[in-house]
């Protein structure tokens, strides 16, 4: 069964605003992160995967359920947080949850129990049962995943879920949907326009902009083209890359730093020889992963000029 | 993780997937209608929620209730107290007259609340985030608060009914005399329930604040009939004739004097003259009109 699968969907609103723009993509059940800038396309993505827009042309399915046709049997096992403020102040944690599980189909009593269980899991205890109206923002984010989770969902979309938390706050938050996707059984989708976060949760990664696919590939891909070696050295850096260039490797310089394509082993030594006779003050020498903002930085402008290839992924260095 | 004790053990299972029926939309809709009503009367919130609800259904069957007590005396009184019963001003075709200004203010108050709050606070992507659609969480709340209207429309007609089958000689003739009323009183409340409920639906929709909608719907019910009163008085009654099916509370003010067959108690629908089905009609018109412009906010809403 695949979990979501679009085809060529595409999302304009009445004012020629194109928020999707031919988005084609097989997701399979896990932690999948969904990133973007403000305004990619992130939150009207997840609103048509809950059958609550209609996309304007292609195809979506959300469990091999049609959006256009069975929203109410999608809605019926998929739990959403949505991005802003959702909840009433005047009621407790523990009677508007069990409201909401209710509305979504639940006898009276499964509603309780699957209640307590829940906001347990969130970690909401004895202030269950105070106003919401007096909660911090980290218990009210709580209770909202406690109202996307009660009525036990098989995918869970999640709208920038660490919204307007602290440090602390975020990390709880986060270990929560962790826990959420592997011990619960449970497949997520976190949209967030923060990389770090998203990956430190996600297994798979969606990169969208301007409503168009940026790349779709398990995380390892994203951050593990590693192989850019960075040499910072005080004085000296035309003279080294030009050293490095006689010795046979590629490399360039990037203000103070020089940038090169480390293949193998020997090559370290290379540069640290080079170093070495030209006598060059050396400040660090690192390895330079292929960060997630490294993606974005590079692949946005040429992703908004022009529909990318997904698998040019140019990052900093010399591919 | 586990904790024994003398009497068996707890373990923490974590997560526990749910096995049990899920009951789909018709369950949810039926869940939020109840939870309406509840809501209507402050049940389920705190204290305070429930003062106004209360006070207004009180002080609308208290007439009721004073006039059944009366009644009890002066049957006491014989003969006698039949004639002071008849000149009785707490009857069934003057009771609208006397609590249609309680059954506004129960929907000025509670309506902004129903429809408002929801929201004010962001949560309708909540609600059409599950089974339930749109035009569902509308209807469930209209009619929700249009069946708690008519609970405190009815009420005061039901004690007076069964009040007055008691208080008379021979119970059974008693009914027979006041089952007549029944149908009549029934049509009144449910054109009561139906249009103050829907105007005051409509407008707490498109007004999330509440204190504008709380005023915006006391202004409907009241505004037109002065500018009524005027227009009758200053000109022609062909203007007043024109505009009066257009001002809720003088409808239903027709609308009793025609199901009760007795002298409207406003003076403007007195004057008028309209024939009785206009007001009827009129009546039936608004509540269609009401509920459907309701469905189409909630279908328009952005959420």
Redesign the interface.
């Known amino acids: 069964m695949s979990l979501i699968s679009l085809h060529d969907l595409t999302r304009r609103y009445p004012r020629g605003v194109t928020a999707l723009d031919g988005l084609t993509l097989d997701l399979e059940p896990g932690i999948i992160g969904l990133v973007g800038a403000n305004g990619a396309g992130k939150s009207t993505l997840i609103k048509i995967l809950l059958g609550l827009l209609p996309p304007t042309s292609g195809e979506a399915t959300v469990m091999d359920l049609d959006v256009r046709t069975e929203g109410t049997t999608i809605r019926q096992f998929v739990g959403y947080m949505p991005e802003y403020d959702c909840l009433p102040p005047d009621t407790s944690a523990t009677d508007f949850v069990t409201h909401m599980a209710r509305m979504s189909g639940l006898p009276s009593t499964a509603a309780r129990e699957r209640t307590a269980e829940v906001l347990r899991h969130v970690g909401l205890y004895e202030e269950r049962y105070r106003a919401i109206g007096g909660y911090s923002t980290g218990m009210k984010q709580r209770v909202k995943l406690a109202q996307a989770l009660v009525h036990d969902p098989r995918l869970l979309l999640l709208d920038e879920p660490t919204n307007g938390l602290d440090p602390a706050g975020r990390d709880e938050m986060l270990a929560l949907v962790r826990r959420t996707g592997t011990e619960f059984g449970i497949a997520v989708v976190v949209a967030s326009h923060l990389l770090g976060e998203i990956e430190r949760v996600c297994d798979f990664l969606v990169a969208i902009d301007a409503g168009r696919l940026l790349r779709a590939a398990p995380l390892g891909d994203f951050t593990e083209r590693t192989g850019v070696l960075a040499v910072e050295v005080e004085e000296g850096e035309a003279a080294l890359t030009a050293a490095l260039v006689a010795h046979g490797l590629l490399a360039v310089a990037d203000g103070r730093t020089v940038l090169l394509n480390v293949t193998e082993d020997r090559q370290y030594d290379l540069v640290r020889d080079a170093v070495a006779d030209l006598g060059l003050p050396l400040v660090r020498m690192e390895q330079r992963r292929q960060s997630l903002e490294d993606l974005f930085r590079d692949e946005v402008p040429a992703g908004a000029a022009a529909p990318a290839p997904p698998a040019s992924v140019g990052g900093g260095g010399p591919a | 993780m586990s904790a024994s004790g003398p009497g068996g053990s707890i373990f923490d299972l974590?997560?526990?997937?749910?096995t049990?029926?899920?009951?789909?939309?018709q369950?949810?809709v039926r869940?939020?209608f109840n939870?309406t009503i509840r809501s209507c009367f402050g049940i389920?919130?705190?204290g305070r929620a429930k003062i106004a609800p209360f006070t207004l259904a009180g002080i609308a069957v208290l007439p009721a209730a004073l006039a059944v007590g009366f009644a009890a005396l002066a049957a006491q009184a014989g003969p006698a107290g039949g004639a002071i019963e008849d000149a009785s001003p707490i009857r069934y075709d003057s009771y609208h007259g006397l609590i249609s200004v309680l059954i506004m203010l129960f929907c000025a108050a509670q309506a902004p609340e129903l429809f408002g709050?929801?929201q004010r606070?962001?949560?309708l992507?909540?609600?059409?985030?599950?089974?339930?659609?749109r035009p569902d969480y509308a209807l469930a709340k209209v009619v929700g608060l249009m069946f708690s209207l008519l609970m405190v429309d009815l009420a005061p007609y039901l004690i007076l009914f069964v009040g007055r089958v008691f208080v008379a000689p021979d119970p059974a003739m008693g009914l027979s005399d006041e089952l007549g009323a029944v149908p009549r009183f029934v049509l009144q409340s449910l054109l009561v329930a139906g249009l103050f409920g829907g105007i005051a639906s409509l407008i707490a929709a498109w007004t999330p604040r509440r204190a504008y909608a709380t005023a915006a719907i006391i202004a409907v019910f009241i505004i037109p009939p002065i500018i009524l009163a005027i227009l009758s008085s200053q000109t022609s009654q062909d203007l007043a004739r024109a505009v009066i099916l257009f001002s809720p509370a003088d409808v239903l003010a027709g609308t009793n004097a025609a199901i009760f067959g007795s002298l409207p108690d406003s003076p403007v629908v007195a004057a008028v003259d309209l024939p009785g089905w206009m007001y009827v009609a009129a009546a039936a018109v608004g509540i269609v009109v009401t509920v459907g412009l309701t469905l189409r906010r909630y279908l328009r809403i952005a959420?």
């Not at chain 2, 974590?14 to 749910?18: F, R």
């Not at chain 2, 992507?125 to 659609?133: D, E, G, K, N």
């Open positions: 974590g997560y526990q997937s749910y049990g029926p899920r009951l789909g939309r369950s949810a869940s939020l939870h389920g919130r705190g709050r929801d606070y962001g949560v992507p909540l609600y059409f985030s599950r089974v339930l659609t959420t």
